[in-house]
């Protein structure tokens, strides 16, 4: 159990366009979402928390109009690049928790998309 | 500032080696930590969780220790194998957010 997906793996678009990426929750109730970036041979940088039907709290130094989060169920959240360029290329890895905060509870990590801006 | 820094950068082992990566955060005041292993170009898999009032985990071949006192962890692999080539990052939880290290990338030959 405690499955994540992320669709697309992997994605190539031109330069201004917009890119969104699905992230579900297969066989639970996701709480909380997380989006995460990673650029090569780097960590992974927390971009910002989504709570279902509510807004998403962004990291310092996140453009909010620029990365897009949408925690529309309790199953989905979607993160869309709007107006990608080419430094927006990375990988993009999003988690889920079942359980609030202060509740005992891992995340769990979808397998990630790569994202290629040309 | 909560830091999760990773010591060594990458390691090149022979196969059946035992080894040690090492893990140091600035806050202690965390919530748990845990060790991952990352595949090229994939994405995480959780290998070991270590709640504050722990002091360490077991699975199978892996070893992990939390040391909260001194913002240290680290984790053990026993008898390493080629297939356990990958990059091992620690990510400590503060509260409903994870912080990263910047990962070890492991290299074990046959």
């Known amino acids: 159990g405690a499955v994540v997906s992320q669709h697309p793996s992997w994605v190539i678009c031109k330069s201004g366009t917009s890119v969104k990426i699905e992230c579900r929750s297969l066989d639970f109730q996701a709480t909380t979402m997380f989006w995460y970036r990673q650029f090569p041979k780097q960590s992974l940088m927390l971009m910002a928390t989504s709570n279902e039907g509510s807004k998403a709290t962004y990291e310092q130094g996140v453009e909010k109009d620029k990365f897009l989060i949408n925690h529309a169920s309790l199953t989905l959240s979607t993160l869309t690049v709007t107006s990608a360029h080419p430094e927006d290329s990375s990988f993009y890895i999003c988690?889920?928790?079942?359980?609030?905060?202060?509740?005992?509870?891992?995340?769990?990590f979808g397998p990630g998309t790569r994202l290629l801006v040309l | 500032k909560q830091e999760v820094t990773q010591i060594p950068a990458a390691l090149s082992v022979p196969e059946g080696e035992n080894l040690v990566l090492n893990c140091s955060f600035t806050?202690?005041?965390?919530?748990?930590l845990q060790w991952f292993r990352q595949d090229p170009g994939k994405g995480l898999t959780s290998l070991l969780l270590i709640q504050s009032s722990q002091r360490e985990q077991t699975s199978g071949r892996l070893n992990a220790s939390l040391d909260k006192s001194s913002g240290r962890s680290t984790l053990y692999i026993a008898a390493s194998q080629p297939g356990d080539s990958a990059t091992y990052l620690c990510a400590v939880e503060y509260g409903n957010k994870l912080v990263f290290g910047a990962g070890t990338i492991l290299r074990v030959k046959s």
């Open positions: 988690s889920a928790r079942r359980q609030p905060a202060g509740v005992w509870e891992t995340q769990y």
């Open positions: 806050d202690s005041a965390i919530y748990n």
